[in-house]
């Protein structure tokens, strides 16, 4: 019993603190400190120089506004400049950049060196009010509620009641309806790319049919489908899905059966785009053979399948089967599964 | 004559017509066979062959192996061609200092005349790409716009839009290509050295590659002008965005500073 009573805490405190506590109290407002006067308060003469300095910063930021408009019209605009740290750059640019930030800075400049030395310093408090209603306020408030609400009938006519609810709730509907105008369904355009069986793999460098013996080991090459032409209406979006790139690896050196199987004497095509976001990736290492993306470094081994073996992406990078034909490289079929990101319905 | 014939019948006589024989025969062939072998060893080719293997030898063969076929440490050199001796020794990378994927440049070691000797005894153990004449790297006659295009296709996923370089992966980098020799930048894409893919005249094609280079020349030039300045190296968002970071928001902290500062007080007197 006696040593419970040891651990509670002592109760000493209430009795005989009451008059020591008030000025003990580290939370209690210390109030304003008394007010100092500055140099330019007391002295005229500073003032005086304080004026002078704040009208100067006034004048060199007109002075800086004649000579942006000034630049603006005399240097012209390819003319190149050598200035030290910077290097050869546009002369206009420069002088229009210094000189509109020295006219803004001097603006702001004058106005903080007028407040602090020239502008009265003296602190002064203002109370807020409180922010609840008084109790008169309150119970007005509540009791014209109360009348409105018996004066509109709301609760003994639920005919209205009803309806209007029933009007409230489809009204947004009409809003979900307009939604469809974002755009068309992607029907089936994530699902497919330009390539099928008989397409040929086009030098997308210098534009022509790819052969085998164009594509050397070690060697990195984009290609895109036969008839797809970058100045084609659709361009962009075509080769977002279409870009390939062909390396040639060892066939002994190709892990992956299906790969092996994919590809002509060594000679591999994969989608360009990276499945994570869709970022074209081709830092390819010929040694490793990893490609890495550059966004957000997901590295693949394209000479084991395309496997993801660093980073968020989700899959493989997919494969194009190839093969030769009238001694050209041509696609064997399509992709076998949707290239790029992943989305909702991609399973 | 006569003294001759008396003695036709001697013994040795026909040994005498034998070695007479084979003389005249032998003396004949020298003075009218072709004497491509003897001469051979004479031309310049060959002497350079001859002294890179010396050279061979002493610098490359601990890792490459004797003949250049490679070894554990190095790989083998049959086919790469004198371009890629050129490129590889032109630029210090070779000798490497310890073997790896990334071989950084350095100082070179070997004058012009060795490096030509080491790529010509190279160059003869295999056949590959040839180191490329002034007149297929120089900026006459190149498209610099379809250059950039190019460059920006091919080259920039690594080396950066305007060639700067940037990070490759376990430590591994694509080099800047400022500051670096037209030549060697036709090499490289020619022979793929280190990490870096090829691009064979069947991916590239000369003029293409003649592009490229008068692109990167255009953007990297010690002339090249840069409207915006303050490259800060030309490596995009990283940069900017740290000196924005630590500049710009230094120089904001600095003004409130100096807006909230107690100003000086003086003394009533």
Redesign the interface.
Known sequence: MSETEENLPSERETPHEGAVGKADNPFADPGLPPHEHRIQDIDERAAKRSERTVAMLFLVSMLATVAFIASYVAIPIDKIVYIFPLGHVSGLNFALGLTLGVALFCIGAGAVHWARTLMSDEEVADERHPIEATPDVKAKVLADFAQGAKESQFGRRKLIRNTMFGALALVPLSGVVLLRDLGPLPEKKLRTTGWKKGVRLVNQSTNLPLRPEDIAVGSLTFAKPEGLEENDEDFANKIAKDALMLVRIQPQNIKDKQELAWSHEGIVAYSKICTHVGCPISLYEQQTHHVLCPCHQSTFDLSDGGRVIFGPAGHALPQLHITVKDGFLEAASEFAEPVGPSFWERG | MKKLSARRRHPLAALVVLLFALAVTGGLYAAFAPADKAQADDTAQSLAIKEGKKLFAVGCASCHGTGGQGTSDGPSLVGVGAAAVDFQVGTGRMPAQQPG?QVPRKRNIYNNAQIDQLAAYVASLGPGPSVPDKAQYSADGADIGKGGE?FR??CA??HNFTGKG?A??NG?F?PTLEGVDPKHIYEAMQT?P???????D????PQ?KKDIVAYLGAVNGD?????????LGGLGPVTEGLFGYIFGLGACVAVAI??AAR???????
């Open positions: 994927a190019l296709t091919n996923q690594c940037g490759l992966t591994k694509a793929g280190q990490n870096m893919p090829s691009f064979g069947g991916t590239l094609s293409n002339k090249t002008a840069s409207p915006g300045g303050m490259e100096w807006v100003t000086t007080k003086a003394k009533k007197s």
